[in-house]
């Protein structure tokens, strides 16, 4: 059987107290499973809007999606989890990455390394979290036990292997890390980052949840026309391969819901995540996916 759809929405948007409350209380009646809240400068804290979205909501877990590592001493890191989940009656869900924006990190005074630099943060950083959160000993607690569900969220070789190994949900971007910036990554490529974590997890590959993040959302009858300002961004990509491209949602609602129910089958995404712009854009295709 294949596993049931879950859906997130990611507030990118800071808010003030009564509209924060407002848009978290809107995503539960619109159906949204998770209320998720990144870790960029510029952008809501993480631990405190979960905690007040708790304040207002019931039904929705919540999540951070995703801490970058770089942020983070791991100690201080798993009083924060376990704080959160307490005081969210046990609804938090961990995400977490290796960080990419340089920018954020000379803004924050912290070194921006190299690439395996940052995975090396982010492993032990994981590796700490797992032996903090598992010890009886380790106060506060989390509501959830051993730990609250993790989500490892990137691409690589090495993060891949790090999630197949402590991973509870796996989170694919749809793009990568280049000299250039970030680059997305097409239908084939994707093929070819989750047969690279298959390799990886094996038979741990049939309990782990795949998430994937939904970058642009558009209900249209013209594809074409929808796509059009994506285009200057990625020139080397033809229309139809843009709209073939798994990161975008784009269509009728009837349409991108059988496109999510074939990712599902082809590469195994179960666990759609998408920005607040698209709120209630997403709602109607959450409906009919969830009629069957």
């Known amino acids: 059987m294949p596993r049931p759809f879950r859906f997130a929405v990611n507030m990118l948007t800071p808010a003030d107290g009564p509209e924060w409350r407002r848009k978290c209380r809107r995503a539960e009646e619109l159906g949204y499973d998770v209320i998720q809240v990144p870790d960029h400068l510029g952008m809501m804290a993480p631990f405190p809007a979960l905690v007040a979205a708790a304040e207002v909501t019931e039904r929705p877990r919540l999540g951070t999606f995703v801490l970058n590592a770089a942020f983070w001493n791991p100690a201080l890191l798993a009083r924060e989890i376990a704080t959160t989940d307490a005081l969210t009656g046990g609804r938090l869900e961990i995400g977490i990455g290796a960080g990419y924006v340089k920018e954020e990190h000379d803004r924050a005074g912290l070194e921006f390394r190299t690439p395996g630099g940052r995975v090396a943060h982010l492993w032990h950083t994981v590796e700490e979290l797992e032996r903090l959160l598992h010890d009886d000993g380790h106060l506060p607690k989390a509501a959830q036990r051993p730990r609250p569900p993790l989500l490892i969220g990137g691409n690589g070789d090495k993060v891949l292997r790090l999630a197949a190994e402590h991973a509870d949900i796996v989170g694919f971007t749809g793009a990568r890390e280049s000299r250039d910036g970030l680059q997305v990554l097409?239908?084939?490529?994707?093929?070819?980052?989750?047969?690279a974590y298959r390799r990886v997890a094996g038979e741990r590959s049939d309990e782990q949840e795949l998430n994937l993040l939904l970058q642009f959302v558009a209900v249209t009858d013209d594809r074409e026309a929808a796509v059009k300002e994506l285009l200057p961004r990625v020139p080397h990509l033809s229309v139809e391969q843009v709209l073939d491209l798994p990161l975008l949602a784009v269509g009728t609602v009837q349409a991108i819901a059988g496109r999510l129910r074939g990712q599902r089958e082809r590469y195994g995404f179960s666990y759609f995540t998408v920005l607040d712009p698209y709120l209630e854009t997403?709602?109607?295709?959450m409906d009919e996916l969830r009629r069957g």
């Open 282 to 285: 997403f709602a109607p295709v």
């Open 186 to 195: 097409t239908a084939g490529e994707v093929d070819g980052r989750i047969a």
